[in-house]
């Protein structure tokens, strides 16, 4: 079993930058890709950004540029940093794992994860 939860979330100015963080535990935790995925209000859930077992990093268009993903070696973390942020960005934002090692071409598909935590909230505000 895993269990994902996310701390972090705020509400900040548009032009701001703020950092939400996964804390990860369970079986094979390290080896696990993990993902952020945000919903905004009245809309579907969508990629951020994830980062497999190997440190590879991912990114959605929407942040590429303006995001940072982190996992700190030898911590079960992953953390995103949103630079100038827009009010675009306001989302409740779950972190995911997969059940496998690599996040490969489809780590922006939420039917692909396995495991869910109950999600942050992040506003921006004009």
């Known amino acids: 079993q895993v269990s994902l939860m996310e701390s972090g979330g705020d509400s900040v100015e548009a032009g701001g930058s703020l950092r939400v963080s996964c804390a990860a535990s369970?079986?094979?935790?390290?080896?696990?890709?993990l993902a952020w995925f945000r919903q905004p209000p009245g809309k579907e859930r969508e990629a951020v950004a994830a980062?497999?077992?190997?440190?590879?990093?991912y990114y959605a268009d929407s942040v590429k540029g303006r995001a940072s993903v982190s996992r700190p070696r030898g911590k079960n973390t992953l953390n995103l940093e949103i630079n100038g942020l827009k009010p675009e960005d306001t989302a409740v934002y779950y972190c995911?794992?997969?059940?496998?090692?690599?996040?490969?071409?489809?780590?922006?598909?939420?039917?692909?994860?396995?495991?869910w935590g109950q999600g942050t909230q992040v506003t921006v505000s004009t």
């Open positions: 369970g079986r094979a935790i390290s080896s696990r890709c």
């Open positions: 980062m497999s077992g190997g440190y590879v990093p």
């Open positions: 995911a794992a997969k059940d496998t090692y690599v996040c490969g071409e489809t780590w922006n598909k939420v039917a692909n994860y396995s495991y």
